[in-house]
């Protein structure tokens, strides 16, 4: 009997079929790190206080600092207030200097931003301070919740439909939800979309991986995954430029994300489907045709008597996800590899979400961020490789939990870092 792995000896087991494949299935994961990294920009807070216009009736020629000092209090360490004003009152500019004001209230008019002209966030738009100031992380954390749902339901999809399908409509829908993001009338709206965004870009990686590795060896499973994962990080470099130059948030969503267009042309026309999925569900016709598609690439034959058993590794009974959990090995696995998940996220999403609180300029401090990723994602391979998994994956865990040390904590913690960003 002839396996999946025989036919790809003979076709080429990373041939410049698989390379380019690869080099095509990197580009798409340039936008999660856009779709994630993004909310950072697009929720940018700016220094604001109270509208207090009302007093420019009385005084129309009141300097901003002389405006601020009759109509807004200050706290203990003399910072003029940001969330309260002082109550207004039908009384003449020279009563209120000679006697000052002295009932506060709520802001009622709204507030005034001291942010660059033509640059925009959420924050400004939506007035996203003061009693609405967690609205801002409660999207991160309702974004982080569709990611879970679209990675529960897209690896269903997969297995049914099939990888390219998915990858397909994993890029559509992104594009769709992302620029209907754009034109949000409100947070509310805002925070809806960006739910949908993450339930499909957030799973765009996982099944370029799983297309990526089912068509080359198992030897290069882990180049393969991990030059994927990098351009990720290329993506977060893109974006602290990008985002550098368009402070409009609305704009940068669309400038983020209108590139998907040409990818999903490009994607439609050109992207084959995975052969090894394809015999696992008894079509024979359409593998045969994947396979001699990628050895005329890699300029190979294909011997008839190899195709003519593909049909054997078709699956007799259908699984399921909870099969994963009837079987003893694999729920051990299974188990210690979610757990594994979590830590990481927790850690990677807690700080790329909050890199504002690193006293660094936020654009810098973003570049830094993927920058520094790309060394790391080689020197990965290179240790897997030279060492195994089990011994990196350990490794690299106690690693970033010593790096993230109490200390880092408390620091974290004084500068407004709040727990729902972990969620």
Request: net charge positive.
């Amino acid at each position: 009997m002839s396996g999946f792995r025989d036919v790809l000896k003979e076709v080429g087991e990373f041939g410049l079929f698989q390379k380019t494949l690869l080099v095509a299935l990197c580009i798409p994961s340039i936008f999660p790190a856009f779709d994630v990294s993004s909310q950072v920009f697009a929720g940018l807070r700016f220094s604001h206080y109270c509208n207090t216009d009302w007093i420019l009736e009385r005084g129309p020629n009141l300097t901003k600092e002389r405006q601020r000092n009759l109509t807004i209090p200050v706290d203990k360490d003399g910072r003029f207030e940001k969330c309260s004003m002082f109550t207004p009152v039908d009384l003449d500019l020279e009563a209120i200097e000679a006697y000052g004001l002295n009932r506060t209230t709520e802001c009622i008019n709204g507030w005034d931003y001291e942010v660059q002209q033509g640059a925009s966030s959420l924050v400004t738009e939506f007035d996203l301070v003061c009693g609405k100031s967690g609205l801002i992380e409660a999207s991160q954390s309702i974004y982080m919740a569709g990611i879970l749902i679209g990675c529960l339901l897209v690896g269903a999809i997969s297995d049914r439909f099939g990888r390219r399908f998915v990858i397909l409509l994993s890029l559509l829908l992104l594009l769709l939800f992302a620029v209907i993001t754009a034109f949000s009338p409100n947070i509310y709206v805002y925070i809806i979309f960006k739910f949908l965004c993450g339930s499909s870009g957030g799973v765009i990686i996982m099944n370029t991986c799983v297309m990526a590795v089912e068509w080359t060896d198992v030897s290069k499973s882990a180049l393969c995954t991990t030059s994927i994962i990098s351009f990720f990080s290329i993506g977060q470099m893109l974006l602290s430029g990008i985002a550098y130059l368009t402070r409009n948030w609305r704009i940068l969503q669309l400038v983020l994300f209108s590139p998907l267009v040409i990818i999903l042309l490009i994607f439609y026309w050109l992207l084959p489907e995975s052969s090894r999925w394809l015999m696992t569900q008894n079509r024979k016709e359409e593998a045969e045709k994947a396979l001699h598609r990628a050895a005329k690439v890699n300029k190979r034959r294909v011997p008839g008597h190899l195709l003519e058993k593909v049909n054997l590794e078709t699956t007799p009974d259908r699984k399921n996800m909870m099969d994963i959990f009837r079987i003893s090995y694999l729920r051990k696995r299974t188990l210690i590899m979610s757990f594994n998940w979590f830590a990481a996220s927790f850690l990677f999403y807690g700080l790329s979400l909050n890199i504002g609180s690193f006293g660094l300029n936020i654009y810098l401090t973003q570049l830094i961020f993927g920058t520094v990723e790309i060394p790391a994602n080689v020197a990965c391979l290179t240790m897997i490789q030279r060492f195994g998994r089990r011994i990196c994956q350990a490794g690299f865990l106690f690693l970033g939990g010593v790096s993230f040390t109490p200390n880092s904590i408390n620091k974290l913690s004084n500068r407004h870092c709040k727990l729902s960003l972990y969620m």
